[in-house]
């Protein structure tokens, strides 16, 4: 089944502690992101990739950072997680096919930050 | 920087009641075009898309979208809502010089049986 996985699905922290979330895709798909969303402002982008190796700030890019080693994975890494990062997070992807940029979504991450 | 706006923060209808959903966007350039669903406690869904032609699209669940150049707009329709359709709608654009999409804030639609 062609799906964008993430892990984990709720994750409870304090400030300043690193964590991971990680993003997994199988559909061979060249571009992913990471977007949040919060209430009233609708899904945001943070960072995206257009290949392996190749990644770019998004529109909020502040507080995390990502990597993309391998074509199927793209971490979203948080070193210092702060409370304003509270939020919900979504991983997509999509091919480089130009006659259809639809994104497929994994199932979120709601993070809260103490 | 482009920008998507959804008008109707909150949209509360009964079951049967026709449903109209609005979005403009603000680039003036070749745009593709998508409203995405997102059921409680889900991810978020393609409804339907527009990248050229006819620009009157039809999606999945009987949901279809005018889009309207003249106007930026790419407002959601459906002739009868049912219960099952209570969720958040986001209209999203993606100018054709990036990958991104931007995303409007979302339309919460409560059917009430």
């Known amino acids: 089944e062609a799906q964008v996985t993430q892990n984990p699905r709720y994750l409870i922290t304090v400030t300043g502690k690193k964590l991971t979330v990680t993003c997994s895709q199988n559909?061979?798909?060249?571009?992913m992101s990471w977007y949040r969303q919060d209430p009233g402002l609708g899904l945001r982008q943070i960072y995206y990739?257009?290949?392996?190796?190749?990644?770019d700030k998004g529109d909020v890019p502040e507080g995390y950072k990502v990597s993309r080693k391998e074509k199927r994975n793209f971490p979203l890494i948080l070193e210092s997680p702060s409370p304003n990062q509270t939020s919900l997070y979504f991983c997509?992807?999509?091919?480089?096919?130009?006659?259809?940029?639809?994104?497929?979504f994994g199932p979120g991450t709601r993070l809260t930050v103490t | 920087a482009q920008s998507v706006s959804q008008h109707n923060h909150h949209v509360i209808l009964s079951e049967a009641a026709s449903l109209e959903l609005g979005c403009n966007y603000s680039?003036?350039?070749?745009?593709?075009l998508f409203w995405y669903v997102q059921y409680p406690g889900q991810h978020l869904q393609l409804l339907l898309k527009y990248f050229s032609g006819d620009p009157l699209v039809k999606g999945i669940k009987g949901f279809e979208a005018e889009f309207i150049k003249s106007k930026f707009s790419f407002n959601l329709r459906k002739p009868s809502v049912q219960w099952s359709d209570t969720a958040e709608y986001f209209c999203a654009v993606r100018d054709t010089g990036r990958r991104a999409l931007t995303f409007g804030s979302g339309t919460r639609l409560q059917v009430q049986p």
């Open positions: 997509a992807s999509s091919s480089r096919d130009s006659s259809s940029y639809e994104q497929y």
């Open positions: 680039y003036g350039g070749t745009v593709n």
């Open positions: 559909m061979n798909h060249e571009y």
């Open positions: 990739s257009m290949n392996v190796e190749v990644t």
